[in-house]
Structure formats: structure tokens, C-alpha cells
């Protein structure tokens, strides 16, 4: 799935409902080999990290998802529209969480207000490479278009 970007977001408190998103528009390394989904040497990790707020939480879980833009022809394309999700118009969205977990922070998780999110931290890129390699508007949170980057071990390039 060329350009299709990811992001992650934190669970309520045992529930799916109240989720903030920690990190959005994490591009696509469409530079790796394909992996075969029954060979696992060949599946190829990603590693980022990640700041977890000073929640206090029993049962909270990680959300990765993955919006299918190669799915939404010339809308996910640099000039395109794009298509918004979570609750929006990517209809094609892979999901993926974590078992709960416990975080013992100083803040109760029903407590915790939600910042205003960017896409990511304040040195987060918010542009990336999109459809042939023109640049690609990442700036807006929940709205997705084929974002792509080569990851390295400590950097994007």
C-alpha cells in the first residue's frame, strides 16, 4: 500500500471512545521490499518513539491505524482532497492496537484533556513525498493523502 501513512493514537480508560492521537501522518517507507506474509524473516520492522502523557490509566491500549490512500485514486494525490479518518471518508483503514495496558502517571485518563493536535511534535515534519515524488501536504490532523518517506535507523531522509 504505496503512501499509505499511519497514525497512533491513546485509548480511554477501558474504553475506545475518548482516543488522543499522540502521532500523526508517520509516512509510508514505500522503499522497503514487499515482505511475504508467510515468511517472516522477511517482514520489516518500523520503530519510532513515542511521549505517553502523565496519565493515570488501568486499561488503556495504543491504536495504530493505517488509512488506505492508494485506495482513493487522484484524491490521494499531492493535490488531491485527501480523505479523513478516524469516523471520515477513508473507507479503507487497517487497525491494530495493543493488549491494555497500565500507565501510572500523575493525571486520571477521564481527567486528561486532549491537546489541540498538530500532527506530531513541534519539529514533526509537515510535508512528505507524495505521488512521484512532488511534495505532499501533511499538516492537517485526520486528513490523509500518499505520504511516503525512506526511513533510516535514527532519522527520516
Not at 79 to 93: A, I, K, W
Not at 121 to 139: E, F, K, Y
Request: charge should be negative; include cysteine.
Amino acid at each position: 500500500h504505496d503512501g499509505a501513512p499511519f497514525r497512533i493514537s491513546l485509548s480511554g480508560d477501558g474504553s475506545d471512545d475518548a482516543a488522543c492521537t499522540l502521532l500523526d501522518h508517520i509516512p509510508h517507507n514505500n522503499e522497503m521490499k514487499k515482505p511475504s506474509l508467510f515468511d517472516p524473516s522477511t517482514y520489516v520492522p518500523y520503530v519510532i518513539t513515542l511521549n505517553i502523557p502523565d496519565i493515570s490509566c488501568e486499561r488503556c491500549s495504543l491504536h495504530l491505524a493505517n488509512p488506505m490512500t492508494d485506495k482513493i485514486g487522484y484524491d490521494g494525490s499531492p493535490e488531491g482532497v485527501g480523505c479523513t479518518d478516524p469516523d471520515g471518508s477513508c473507507f479503507s483503514v487497517y487497525h491494530s492496537c495493543t493488549v491494555p495496558l497500565r500507565i501510572s502517571g500523575s493525571i486520571p485518563r477521564e481527567d486528561y484533556i486532549c491537546p489541540q493536535m498538530r500532527t506530531g511534535p513541534v519539529d514533526w515534519p509537515t510535508q512528505w513525498i507524495g505521488d512521484s515524488g512532488a511534495l505532499v501536504d501533511a499538516s492537517v490532523p485526520g486528513v490523509y493523502r500518499r505520504e511516503s518517506s525512506v526511513w533510516a535507523t535514527d532519522t527520516f531522509v
